[in-house]
């Protein structure tokens, strides 16, 4: 227990000092966004920044370490169906969105908070893709390219 705590206070200041990096994603950012060939237009160039930066986070970089999330992460946060801290998309309010996002944590196995690097999230849903929320509820699996790995 005390070295996991040591463990814990030595990654806080990695973390703090800039050593390591850290991004902070919901579920189906770090799980979704992957496969989807959905571009969403008319959500400003921030959204489109942050959103190519997730991108590169998730799929090329390596040590990157991405914490799970519970509600609005940075990208919602300059989403303009992003209001009140909650997500107003016509697509999925934001109750819609935390479900999908607990069906993909309960998919993944993991829990909020958990942190991985960006290799470790990548391994992990290439073990578990598609779940089968894909296969069976995804509003988007039309455009989806997940079942590719079947």
Known sequence: MLCAALNSVVLHHLIAGGAVKKARFRPHHIFCERFLQVNIQNRGKEFERI??????????????????????????????????????????????????DGIILKGLGINYGEMRTSKEWRSLINQKAPLNFCKTRCPYKSSCTVFQLD
Request: glycine share 6%; charged share 50%.
């Open 51 to 100: 959103s190519q930066k997730r991108k590169e986070i998730i799929e090329k970089q390596d040590d990157v370490l991405v914490e799970v999330v519970e509600g609005i992460d940075d990208l919602c946060r300059v989403c303009p169906d992003c209001r009140d801290g909650r997500c107003r998309s016509p697509r999925g309010d934001e109750e819609a969105v935390r479900k999908w």
